[in-house]
């Protein structure tokens, strides 16, 4: 037995001392909707989803724009003739970039929650998701190029052609 362990079958002084709210360890504060389950538990579920676009659309000038440009790119991702699995990356890297986007925000949002002031790590978290962002809009880019790129090229040279 080590010198800083109580004997077996005792417990030490401050087992029974209540956990702080900063502590890792203490129960999470009650929460009503993590009881429901279900269609109540998918409805609000839904309320929240709906709540998130609402925010996003309203308060992020960056959601904004991408939503824009999914507007324009998810209905020529359906249009183009390309084979099924290329619809689905075409929208899906549409997708991303939305989904992305909608996790930065929620980053930004909860760090300014916790402070405004400056500080180097509130900076790296927000910096990490903005290259995040860069990352599927770089990827989005790439799937449209090599996917509809090869398209637009024969049609331009059938035009030329013709």
């Given at each position: 037995m080590k010198h800083d362990e109580p004997p077996i079958g005792r417990?030490?002084?401050?087992?029974?001392?209540?956990l702080g709210p900063d502590d890792p360890l203490a129960p999470l504060p009650y929460n009503p909707y993590k009881?429901?389950?279900?269609?109540?538990?998918?409805?609000?579920?839904?309320?929240n989803s709906l709540n998130g676009f609402r925010v996003a659309i309203r308060e992020e000038s960056a959601f904004r724009q991408e939503l824009t440009l999914a507007v324009l790119l998810v209905p020529i991702g359906i249009a183009v003739p390309?084979?099924?699995?290329?619809?689905?990356?075409?929208?899906?890297?549409?997708?991303?970039?939305?989904?992305?986007e909608l996790?930065?925000?929620?980053?930004?949002?909860?760090?300014?929650?916790?402070?405004?002031?400056?500080?180097?790590?509130?900076?790296?978290?927000?910096?990490?998701?903005?290259?995040?962002?860069?990352?599927?809009l770089l990827v989005c880019g790439l799937t449209w190029v090599l996917l509809v790129g090869p398209l637009v090229a024969h049609w331009v040279r059938l035009l030329l052609d013709g």
């Open positions: 417990e030490p002084p401050d087992a029974h001392e209540p009881g429901n389950r279900g269609f109540t538990r998918a409805w609000h579920a839904l309320k390309v084979d099924a699995v290329s619809h689905v990356l075409l929208i899906g890297s549409v997708l991303l970039v939305l989904i992305v996790l930065n925000s929620s980053v930004e949002a909860a760090i300014d929650r916790i402070s405004l002031e400056r500080h180097e790590l509130s900076r790296r978290a927000k910096d990490l998701g903005s290259a995040a962002v860069s990352v599927a």
